[in-house]
């Protein structure tokens, strides 16, 4: 029984791991957003260390230094859970590179081939072997002309 449970525990933390990967790596590769988060918990550390001074509550309302370390806090906050949501930045690719030159050059060759009597020819020559010309003799004597009818005498 032991055993099933540890398991099952194990299971539901790769499970765990699995779902937050997406956000460790973002945090791992965005470097603004490690900043965003660092400068929230740097804010709210002093904005702490502000409230645990020995100040009586009313004054803390009055504490300008307080409100601007937790109005820092909220900001640096919102945009590393705004940049969290949006997730990865997409690279644009730009032009497409080597693949659009050769899908264009495939649809030249084609178009050549189909347009251009001379390119066909060469083609197929170049794939099955110039053609031989020749010229046909035949090897028995021809046939001797049919006799004409003579004149008749009438």
Do not use: C, H
């Amino acid at each position: 029984m032991a055993k099933s449970k540890a398991k099952a525990a194990k299971a539901g933390g790769v499970t765990a791991v699995t779902a937050a990967s997406p956000y460790v790596q973002r945090l791992i590769q965005d470097e603004q957003l490690r900043g965003d988060i660092k400068s929230a918990f740097d804010s709210a550390r002093v904005a702490y260390g502000r409230i645990n001074n020995g100040k009586a509550p009313t004054q803390l309302l009055d504490d300008k230094k307080l409100q601007k370390e937790l109005s820092n806090a909220a900001t640096s906050l919102r945009s590393a859970s705004e940049a969290l949501r949006a997730g990865p930045k997409k690279r644009k690719r730009r032009g497409g590179g080597l693949r659009r030159l050769v899908l264009v050059a495939i649809i030249g060759g084609i178009a050549a081939v189909a347009l251009s009597e001379g390119v066909r020819n060469k083609l197929l020559d170049a794939l099955f072997g110039a053609e031989e010309e020749f010229d046909y003799q035949s090897t028995t004597a021809p046939a001797p002309p049919p006799p004409t009818p003579a004149a008749t005498g009438s």
